[in-house]
């Protein structure tokens, strides 16, 4: 499976967990974290996930994360860059920045 974008990798934990028949609930606990999180992740709507935590469930479940670079035939193309912050975040603004 190619992923590009963060709602495609929450898309495939969901999937793993379900082919692992855990719930939610389970791989939080596993993971040492909440269902809410699983559950945000899994649908694209938790912002700016932690990678760490990210890698981990992925480990947790099994999922054998692999980056290839593309041929250059796709690298000319232009990238979409989907849902990734291409702006600093505003904690790094500070006040009147």
Do not use: Y
């Not at 912002?47 to 980056?67: F, Q, R, W, Y």
């Not at 000319?76 to 603004?93: H, I």
């Amino acid at each position: 499976m190619i992923l590009k974008t963060i709602n495609d990798l929450g898309l495939a934990m969901r999937q793993a967990r379900q082919e692992r028949n855990l719930t939610q609930k389970q791989l939080a606990a596993k993971l040492g974290t909440n269902q809410e999180w699983i559950s945000q992740f899994e649908t694209g709507r938790l912002e700016n996930p932690s990678l760490g935590t990210v890698l981990k469930a992925m480990a947790i479940l099994g999922v054998d994360l692999s980056i290839d670079s593309f041929p250059k035939s796709v690298r000319d193309e232009p990238l979409d860059t989907g849902d990734l912050a291409l702006d600093e975040p505003s904690f790094l603004k500070g006040p009147g920045r």
